[in-house]
């Protein structure tokens, strides 16, 4: 069925857009052997994340971080 709909549809377009059309199956294709590649070299590792992955660091905010800066105090 989706063959039938790929020939009705470039029956009518001229021969450069059937060339285009041609290159952008030839790349989807290429794209679709590259992801299986990828996938397949990747399911061997897995990857846990950690609940805070900052947690085992020390986080110092200044004291008067909640405080106005002084050049925006005019405006308050």
Do not use: G, W
């Not at 030839?26 to 590649?37: D, N, P, V």
């Amino acid at each position: 069925m989706a063959y039938d709909t790929l020939v009705r549809e470039a029956k009518d377009l001229p021969e450069d857009l059937i060339e285009q059309a041609v290159e952008f199956i030839r790349f989807l294709k290429y794209t679709s052997e590259k992801k299986q590649e990828n996938s397949s070299a990747y399911e061997e590792v897995t990857f846990h994340r950690s609940i805070n992955p900052l947690a085992s660091e020390f986080i110092a905010i200044a004291d008067d971080f909640d405080e106005t800066p002084e050049c925006f105090k005019e405006y308050m």
